[in-house]
């Protein structure tokens, strides 16, 4: 079965600094790879994705995400992080199934605080 | 841009009640999914809806629950009978085919 890994339960970074949020899965095919993020209160917004083709994707807000077939990784990295990106951040593999269901499995979250 | 929205934001219920939860997906979207988060643990898989059928579900989503499209815009998941364990943020989600969009969620507490 499917499985989704994200070893850093809580980091916290300094406004400025880079980051880079980890993320391992288990899955027998090519994977279909996303990462969502989850501020306070608030629901799940796609942060980006990946597919096929180039290996690192760009998606919103300056985050990008680098697929590694041989670390069966999806790493989510910022060059710089603003205080506005604290938030709990989600990486998630779609366990398709037949007639058409993309049903997501989530990892556990990992939550990133912002020091001024 | 069109977006997945839930209704109510916050429902209170006490236990053994039934409660309906509603999602309005987004009106191209073709599948619809209904997750659930208990407080501090990981998003869980409930449900799937494809051409007004289950097409998958977890082993969460027992006898308690059902999901309907009563009409072309909402998607409604019903617990017939809450628990106290069915405290949880419910997150609606829609995709044409293979990237979900989740709703804002409906936070249910069960007294």
């Known amino acids: 079965a499917q499985s989704v890994t994200q070893p850093d339960i809580h980091i916290t970074v300094s406004e400025g600094a880079s980051l880079e949020l980890r993320c391992n899965y288990s899955?027998?095919?090519?994977?279909?790879l996303f990462w969502y993020v989850q501020s306070p209160g608030q629901g799940l917004q796609l942060l980006l994705k990946?597919?096929?083709?180039?290996?690192l994707v760009q998606g919103i807000k300056g985050f990008e995400a680098e697929f590694k077939r041989s670390q069966s990784s999806f790493n989510l990295r910022k060059p710089s992080v603003h205080w506005s990106d604290a938030a709990e951040y989600f990486c998630?593999?779609?366990?398709?199934?037949?007639?058409?269901?993309?049903?997501?499995?989530f990892g556990k979250g990992t939550k990133l605080s912002v020091i001024p | 841009e069109p977006e997945v929205t839930q209704t109510p934001s916050h429902q209170v219920t006490q236990m053994g009640q039934e409660v309906i939860l509603r999602c309005v997906p987004i009106?191209?979207?073709?599948?619809f999914y209904w997750y659930r988060q208990i407080l501090g643990q990981k998003v869980e898989f409930l449900v799937s809806f494809y051409n007004n059928e289950i097409s998958e579900k977890s082993e969460i989503f027992d006898d308690q629950f059902s999901v309907e499209r009563p009409d072309g815009s909402n998607f409604t998941l019903k617990i017939r009978s809450t628990k106290l364990e069915d405290s949880a943020m419910y997150f609606c989600a829609s995709n044409p085919r293979d990237t979900q969009y989740f709703g804002p969620g409906t936070r249910l507490t069960v007294l």
């Open positions: 998630a593999v779609v366990a398709g199934s037949g007639a058409g269901s993309y049903q997501l499995t």
């Open positions: 899955y027998g095919a090519t994977p279909y």
């Open positions: 009106s191209n979207h073709l599948y």
């Open positions: 990946y597919f096929s083709g180039d290996t």
